[in-house]
């Protein structure tokens, strides 16, 4: 079992930037894909990003060259650095644990999430 703990959301205007993390802990950390994903109100929950153990980033098409995921297996811990946000950037953001290595595997546990909050 894996818990995951994020941090780093608030309230930013148009253009800022916010870095979020994610703490892995209870369970293989480093021998898993990370991912993160949002939920915007009245929406489905999204991809965003993942990233397998090896280091391998994939990115949704709406955040692509703005977001960057990495992590750092000696700290348990996942990062979502976020530029040149939007407004529809705005949702509660959830950090992912899948199945496996890869970022084809299942996503598997979840976090309770972080609010990003995006003005115009």
């Known amino acids: 079992q894996v818990q995951l703990v994020e941090s780093g959301g608030g309230l930013v205007q148009a253009g800022g930037s916010l870095r979020l993390s994610c703490a892995a802990s209870g369970g293989s950390f480093s021998g898993r894909a990370m991912a993160w994903y949002r939920q915007a109100p009245g929406k489905q929950r999204e991809w965003v990003a993942t990233i397998s153990s090896g280091g391998t980033t994939d990115y949704a098409d709406s955040v692509k060259g703005r977001f960057t995921i990495s992590r750092d297996n000696a700290k348990n811990a996942a990062y979502l650095q976020m530029n040149s946000l939007k407004p529809e950037d705005t949702a509660v953001h959830y950090c992912?644990?899948?199945?496996?290595?890869?970022?084809?595997?299942?996503?598997?546990?979840w976090g309770q999430g972080t609010q990003v909050t995006v003005s115009s």
């Open positions: 992912n644990a899948r199945a496996g290595t890869t970022n084809f595997s299942s996503p598997l546990y």
